[in-house]
């Protein structure tokens, strides 16, 4: 009764604020029953409050932010801060260690235990930040069992698959899952993928190993490489966990999965392809919490901030994001729309698949089966009185004709289409089939981007540019007595870069613009009037932020083709 009070007074708390209606109350309140999970993660997986909104008002009350112990996949290097008979004494489990940050979550049910924390402060030294989720007494005593009765690191279930030296004494009844080496062994590489900011997770064989590689800042790096022997366990987990048959070896699939790593819900979109050495797996990790961003915290340039701003002030048009596979379109499309998400206006989606659900976005994947393509999807929604249309891809003429004929109707869209650059969006438009009188005066603006690694901010050096690379930084690398280098350290994985950041040239349309697209003006004509329309190109972006110590040339020149610039 006590726990149902203190929902009961979360609830009113908030609804007494504003923040939350009497009819989403009740809602949430008749979920929570039925699934037995706290009030307050329930309102924000319902999208009735902020994630941000709940913390501060469970911060003012007695709780803080509710965890789920049973999703949680146990961090090995966050359990080596703790020892095991403080965390049980204590009743403290550690769930996530960010290194970068330095902050150690934890879950318990004693948030007050004053004592306790002091002493854990102590254990750990300064600088270390702890960070509190509320869980259940019951549900925690069950998890210290399990995270602290097996190592969980990599090294330590490769090392007990090896030997087949397993400790029956620590494994817990109920427990079963974690009893099997393999299952442990595939949950830590997930955790490890996560937690050094990998995209994908492949899993490639060899004829007598199993290579692993991640995928970290759009460049593939071998983490482990494995014998042969562990290629089938791993292949069938990765299946079972995802959905997949794993009887079927000789033709592709695909699967997902859901877990919460590091204290927060990571989806996995799992694709199997077969190979002459067997099925090649590839895992793109779909982590929301840094893939929905606002635009403010894309780094971006000042003057870039100030036209994509500007872009999204247009009620009506259509606003194109080009590049290709890989360069951030999916992200900077759902920046975008996070800034003008709210309850005021309708946001559908078409994609191919969704990957990032979003609260209060109508989404809908494009399904061959039931013949719901993009011109087809586009269609419909149109009669579901939408305010703002995401496409996510123009890529027939179709499809094209569909996404306009919705701008010229009052909506504001946002798509992408597979060019080299922004001015190249118009003769690829062409092609497809649209005629430059649609084009023109439709077109909000076009953004053309993408991806370089940021130099490491600990290790980076400076030195002074050589003739060659000043010709290349042109006009302003006359005038730059040093430009920087990467060299590598600890904290960046001795590659010397840590982060990427968005390089992108945005063509914003004008009367101008439009007549010469009007009229099929030859592309050195449209050059010339975006030049004149204060135009900046991808290379100019991107040396810039070489000149302001962002990245480096070499990095710049593998995404960007700077040979324009070399005489």
Not at 298 to 323: C, W
Not at 387 to 411: C, K, P, Q, S
Not at 464 to 484: C, F, M, N
Request: charged share 25%; net charge negative; with cysteine.
């Amino acid at each position: 009764m006590a726990e149902q009070r203190k929902k009961l007074r979360l609830g009113e708390l908030l609804v007494q604020q504003g923040l939350l209606s009497a009819d989403q109350l009740g809602i949430a309140l008749a979920e929570q029953r039925q699934n037995n999970i706290p009030l307050g993660r329930m309102l924000v997986r319902l999208g009735f409050i902020t994630e941000a909104s709940i913390r501060d008002i469970m911060a003012r009350t007695v709780g803080q932010e509710a965890i789920d112990l049973a999703q949680v996949v146990a961090d090995h290097e966050a359990l080596k801060l703790v020892p095991q008979d403080f965390a049980r004494r204590h009743r403290m489990l550690p769930i996530a260690y960010d290194v970068d940050q330095r902050v150690l979550s934890l879950a318990t049910p004693e948030l007050f235990n004053v004592v306790a924390f002091d002493q854990l402060r102590a254990m750990l030294g300064p600088g270390v930040e702890i960070k509190t989720h509320l869980a259940g007494e019951a549900q925690l005593e069950d998890y210290i069992d399990q995270f602290y009765g097996h190592e969980l690191s990599v090294d330590g279930i490769l090392q007990e698959i090896a030997t087949g030296e397993i400790d029956y004494g620590s494994l817990q009844a109920g427990g079963a899952e974690y009893t099997q080496p393999m299952v442990r062994l595939v949950n830590a590489l997930l955790v490890d993928a996560v937690k050094r900011g990998a995209s994908d997770i492949h899993f490639e064989p060899e004829y007598a190993f199993l290579r692993i590689r991640y995928r970290i800042d759009g460049v593939l790096e071998t983490v482990r490489s494995l014998h042969k022997t562990y290629m089938p366990g791993i292949t069938v987990r990765v299946k079972v966990i995802s959905d997949m048959n794993i009887a079927e070896t000789r033709a592709p699939q695909d699967g997902r999965l859901s877990l919460t790593l590091n204290g927060r819900p990571i989806d996995f979109r799992v694709s199997t392809h077969p190979t002459i050495h067997g099925e090649n797996i590839v895992l793109r990790i779909l982590d929301r919490e840094k893939s929905i961003i606002s635009i403010d915290k894309l780094n971006l340039a000042k003057p870039t901030l100030g036209k994509l701003n500007l872009m999204l002030a247009r009620p009506e048009g259509i606003v194109i994001v080009t590049g290709p596979t890989g360069s951030g379109k999916t992200t900077t499309l759902y920046s975008l729309l996070a800034q003008v998400n709210d309850e005021t206006v309708n946001i559908m989606t078409l994609e191919d698949p969704v990957e990032y659900p979003v609260t209060l976005m109508r989404q809908t994947s494009v399904n061959d089966a039931v013949r719901m393509d993009f011109a087809n999807g586009i269609r419909s929604m149109m009669r579901q009185d939408p305010d703002i249309i995401l496409v996510g891809e123009i890529r027939d003429r179709d499809t094209a004709e569909m996404a306009f004929r919705a701008a010229m109707t009052g909506h504001q869209v946002f798509s992408t289409l597979h060019t080299n650059s922004a001015l190249g969006a118009f003769p690829r438009l062409l092609d497809i089939g649209v005629l430059p009188d649609i084009m023109a005066g439709n077109i909000i603006g076009v953004i053309a981007q993408r991806l370089v690694r940021m130099l490491c901010v600990h290790c980076k050096e400076a030195y002074a540019p050589t003739p060659e690379e000043r010709q290349v930084l042109g006009a302003a690398g006359a005038k730059t007595s040093y430009i920087y280098s990467a060299v590598g350290c600890a904290r960046c994985g001795n590659k010397g870069y840590k982060g990427r950041c968005a390089v992108m040239e945005l063509l914003v349309m004008d009367s101008d613009l439009d007549e010469l697209v009007a009229r099929r003006a030859t592309a050195r004509e449209l050059r010339a009037a975006a030049f004149a329309n204060d135009f900046r190109p991808l290379a100019e972006e991107g040396i810039a932020r070489v000149l302001d110590g962002t990245t480096n040339l070499a990095e710049v020149a593998r995404a960007i083709d700077l040979t324009g610039r070399v005489s």
